[in-house]
């Protein structure tokens, strides 16, 4: 019988005889334990030492416990962290959760379940180190494993991203939705010397209304109202490490001007705060817009599309690429077939190459996805493939007529399709799009589609 491991972990809690309790009990369990009794101290033994769980207590002197979460963010191989606390509220909980704490309890507890937890957060973090031991080793034989693709355009973009990703130069992605430009950012921070830096993202067009400032820069203590304590924003979370600005064209004019300011000046202020706080994360953008043209109608400012625009990475989409769609249809069989092996006849094939593909990459992996779920049998056929007909074959882009469609009717005949196929369910409608529902309900308003119309005219 193998030994069973011993967990090293430390345990930060203000009430001295609840600090022995546990200290105690998780020896006795074979865990190897050390007891602090202030967040101060925590964090200074949790950045001096190797632990692999920490359980801090949210009300502790000096530092709580969210703020020593908050700090460990920035460490390069921080604990799993279980938070515990005696009054514990909804908001506390999502807010550990955002933070990346493994779990949240509340006291009375039981010790037995302290247990339990300590050893599952230890599994996770055993897992997260044989995932990053076996990213090393693929790095090694593949550099850039986010993308397939055999196309020269692409190809070149990825021999660029592993040249710019040593430096610190901004980088502006572009491209159509669900062609890769996340993975992109992350291979770039992958390979930079910041990979072992947090990666913080902001979904721009998630983010606004007045709260905004104070998720970017973070807030002082006595900021305003309700400010019990400092709170560190995204820009500082992102210290160490890269800060990926998705859709940056929805930033607001008054945005876009404050982040400019941060990027010349190399620092910003929190909420209330009077220190300057430096900024050190790698600027990493993306849009599916043209930016040009809205700096052109004034909804985008120039100064500010200079800054972030020192190398442009431009990605085609999956229709220009069509060398690639059978080897990508190959790779997510693989993934969702459960260890079953599938494979594509003929007609499948030819109807995933001939098809335009608006939702790109991320279309065709819900496709194969739906597919594999779906079919009847191993192989699977064009009609196991929730595809419009009416969309397959290379005349689609111009409807039999000779004339070409602008890309803005083929997503809407697409769109429109695909609910009337669902019977409007648009949640399964977003997934087989490959874009989520509050993108979908947009759309929907955008082209001015009628449910109660639609299905009128189906009936």
Not at 316 to 341: K, N, S, Y
Request: aromatic share 6%; hydrophobic share 40%.
């Amino acid at each position: 019988m193998t030994e069973a491991p011993r967990i090293k972990v430390l345990v930060a809690e203000d009430e001295l005889y609840l600090g022995t309790l546990l200290e105690q009990f998780l020896t006795s369990r074979g865990h190897d334990v050390s007891v602090v009794h202030n967040g101060a101290n925590a964090l200074a033994r949790l950045r001096h030492e190797s632990f692999d769980v920490a359980l801090l207590d949210i009300v502790m002197p000096e530092l709580d416990g969210l703020e020593v979460l908050r700090h460990l963010r920035n460490e390069p191989a921080p604990p799993e962290v279980i938070i515990i606390t005696g009054n514990g509220t909804v908001e506390t909980a999502i807010g550990a959760m955002r933070l990346g704490a493994y779990d949240y309890l509340s006291k009375p507890y039981r010790m037995a379940e302290i247990d339990v937890l300590v050893r599952r957060a230890w599994e996770k973090r055993e897992l997260a180190r044989e995932t990053a031991r076996l990213e090393k080793r693929l790095a090694a034989v593949d550099p850039f494993p986010e993308l397939l693709t055999q196309h020269p355009r692409l190809r070149d973009v990825m021999d660029t991203v592993t040249r710019v990703a040593r430096s610190m130069t901004s980088v502006l992605i572009t491209g159509e939705s669900g062609t890769g430009k996340e993975l992109v950012a992350r291979a770039i921070h992958r390979l930079s010397e910041r990979g072992k830096g947090p990666l913080v993202d902001i979904a721009c067009a998630a983010i606004g209304g007045p709260s905004v400032e104070t998720e970017l820069f973070g807030y002082e203590n006595g900021a305003f109202p309700g400010a019990a304590s400092q709170k560190s924003g995204l820009l500082e979370l992102a210290s160490g490490g890269t800060l990926f600005m998705d859709e940056v064209a929805a930033l607001e004019p008054r945005l876009q001007g404050a982040l400019l300011r941060v990027l010349e000046n190399g620092s910003f202020m929190r909420g209330g705060g009077t220190q300057k706080v430096p900024m050190n994360a790698r600027i990493i953008t993306a849009t599916n817009k043209d930016l040009e043209s809205l700096v052109a109608s004034g909804d985008f400012r120039d100064d500010f599309l200079y800054r972030i625009n020192t190398v442009r990475l431009d990605l085609p989409p999956l229709r220009e690429r069509r060398c690639d769609i059978a080897m990508l249809a190959t790779t997510f069989l693989l993934r969702f077939g459960g260890g079953r092996m599938r494979e594509l006849d003929d007609d499948a094939r030819e109807a995933l190459e001939n098809y335009d593909w608006p939702g790109n990459v991320r279309e065709l992996r819900n496709v194969i996805e739906r597919a594999v779920l779906l079919a009847k049998s191993d192989a699977i056929s064009a009609s196991d493939l929730p595809i419009p007909a009416f969309r397959v074959g290379r005349g689609a882009a111009n409807n039999g007529t000779g004339v070409l469609r602008p890309l803005a009717d083929l997503e809407r005949d697409h769109i429109r399709f695909v609910l009337d196929r669902v019977n409007w369910h648009q949640g399964r409608a977003a997934a087989i799009l490959g874009i989520s529902s509050k993108t979908l309900y947009r759309k929907i308003r955008e082209y001015g589609f009628d449910r109660s119309h639609d299905l009128q005219n189906t009936t």
